[in-house]
C-alpha cells in the first residue's frame, strides 16, 4: 500500500536560516505529492503540489521538486520566518486505483523558528 | 468562498458515551472526506464519499463508528461507544470531484477536538 515517511523529530531553526524537511514515500503507479501546514489554531492548508516526476512545486518561498528516481519530495526555503513556525505534512495521493483523491499522510514535522 | 465548516470545535465525554460530528463542505464540491488525526501523527482517511455514495470506508471501525452524507451535501459523523483511543482531532475536507487520472485539491475544516476520558 501506500505509504509516506518524514524526518523525525521537530526542527528548531533561527530566523532566515535554511530550511530542509525529508520525505519519501512508496506507492503504486504515479502518485500526485504535496505539502500540507497546519498553523497554531488553524486546519491544514495546502502548501505546494507536484503532480508528476520532475516537477517542481513553490509557493511562499518554499519549493520541493518530484525526484521518482529517489522516491522523494523534500522540502526547502531558504530563509526562514518566525511565522512559519507551524506543523509541515508530506502527502500522496493516487489519480487511478480503487480509492482515487485519498490521500495519505506522513507522521508531520514540527518547524520552530527563533528570532 | 466560505471554507469548509464543521461543528463542534471542541468535545470531551467519557468512555462508552456517543458523540455526533457535523461537516457542510465548500458549495459544488462532490466528494467529502473524513479523517482522524491523533495526536502527533497525520490525518488517516476513515471515509470518502462521493456525492451520497461511500468510495472508501475501508479503515472506518463500523463496530463503532458510521458516517452519513444525506443529498450529497452535509455530512455527519458518528462515534457509538466512544473509547479512550478515540481521542483525536476528526477532520473534513472536500474536493470538487475525485476523478479516475485526476487530482482535485481538498481543502480542509478546522477540525472537532474529541477528548474522551
Known amino acids: 500500500g501506500n505509504s509516506v515517511t518524514q524526518m523525525e523529530g521537530p526542527v528548531t531553526l533561527s530566523e532566515e536560516a535554511f530550511l530542509t524537511i525529508n520525505c519519501t514515500y512508496t506507492a503504486t503507479g504515479y502518485p500526485s505529492l504535496f505539502w500540507y501546514v497546519q498553523y497554531p489554531g488553524e486546519g491544514l492548508q495546502l502548501l505546494l503540489k507536484?503532480?508528476?516526476?520532475?516537477d517542481k512545486g513553490s509557493n511562499k518561498g518554499f519549493e520541493a521538486t518530484y525526484r521518482k528516481e529517489t522516491t522523494s519530495f523534500h522540502l526547502e526555503k531558504g530563509s526562514v520566518q518566525v511565522s512559519d513556525s507551524a506543523v509541515y505534512f508530506c502527502a500522496l495521493s493516487n489519480a487511478g486505483g480503487t480509492s482515487y483523491g485519498k490521500l495519505t499522510f506522513g507522521q508531520g514535522t514540527i518547524l520552530t523558528v527563533h528570532p | 468562498e466560505a471554507g469548509v465548516a464543521q461543528s463542534p470545535r471542541y468535545k470531551i465525554i467519557e468512555k462508552r458515551q456517543s458523540v455526533a460530528f457535523w461537516c457542510n463542505p465548500i458549495?459544488?464540491?462532490?466528494?467529502l472526506y473524513w479523517y482522524q488525526q491523533i495526536l502527533g501523527q497525520g490525518p488517516k482517511l476513515l471515509i470518502q464519499?462521493?456525492?451520497?455514495?461511500?468510495?472508501?470506508d475501508s479503515q472506518l471501525p463500523k463496530d463503532r463508528f458510521s458516517a452519513e452524507r444525506l443529498k450529497g451535501v452535509d455530512s455527519t459523523l458518528k462515534i457509538q461507544p466512544a473509547k479512550l483511543e478515540d481521542s483525536a482531532v476528526y477532520l473534513c475536507?472536500?474536493?470538487?470531484?475525485?476523478?479516475?487520472?485526476?487530482?482535485?485539491?481538498?481543502?480542509f475544516g478546522p477540525g472537532t477536538r474529541l477528548t474522551v476520558t
Open positions: 507536484a503532480t508528476k516526476a520532475d
Open positions: 475536507a472536500s474536493s470538487f470531484g475525485s476523478t479516475w487520472g485526476e487530482t482535485y485539491e481538498q481543502y
Open positions: 458549495s459544488g464540491h462532490a466528494t
Open positions: 464519499f462521493q456525492n451520497n455514495g461511500v468510495v472508501d
